[in-house]
């Protein structure tokens, strides 16, 4: 198996250029899988992965008073402020999640799930912009197409992008920030 670092994600964006928009990404299993464990991650590691200078509101502000915060004014300081600092989730979310793209902790998983993640793997799904997720379908496509008033098919651009840790923590930055995370992402570089 490939190392955390090198092993990637594929997503396949469907784009109207014209409204300089993704309409949705075709996602496979491991994507959907990623995306669900994220909602599986302690606050204290998101503020940590997103730094607490990239955070929105006062999280950032609460983490770093912990981390400042002299040792001789908690209970048991070792304990405590790793607990806080360093939080830890069922089933290594953490690893799960962020770092899913690489090594999965299958044992783990398959004590969760039963199977191996939370999806099925023979179904290929469809993440809308707002990250809805559900299985992909041709009537569903061409529906959206309607719902999203596209009158040019030509204008319809389809690009592969690869999700690594760098995109992942984008993609969960931009998931607390935004309604259109995948155009956030992966047209405007956010």
């Known amino acids: 198996m490939a190392s955390s670092s090198t092993t990637k994600l594929s997503l396949k964006l469907l784009i109207d250029t014209n409204a300089e928009k993704v309409l949705f990404a075709e996602a496979s299993k491991d994507f959907i899988d990623f995306l669900f464990n ?56 953490m690893s799960y999640a962020v770092t899913y793209v690489g090594e999965k902790a299958e044992e783990e998983v398959k004590k969760c799930s039963g199977e191996g993640g939370f999806v099925k793997e023979v179904v290929t799904y469809m993440v809308m912009d707002d990250l809805v997720v559900q299985p992909m379908s041709t009537i569903s496509s061409i529906t959206l197409l309607n719902k999203f008033h596209v009158k040019e098919v030509g204008s319809l651009q389809e690009k592969v992008v690869e999700v690594g840790m760098e995109e992942g923590i984008k993609l969960l930055k931009a998931s607390l920030l935004y309604k259109n995370v995948l155009t956030t992402v992966f047209l405007k570089n956010v």
């Open 38 to 93: 994220l909602l599986r991650l302690p606050i204290g590691t998101v503020i940590r992965l997103l730094t607490k200078n990239g955070m929105v509101g006062c999280l950032g502000k609460l983490y770093e008073s912990i981390e400042n915060l002299n040792d001789t004014y908690l209970l048991n300081p070792t304990q405590h402020k790793e607990a806080l600092l360093k939080p830890t989730a069922p089933m290594n979310s």
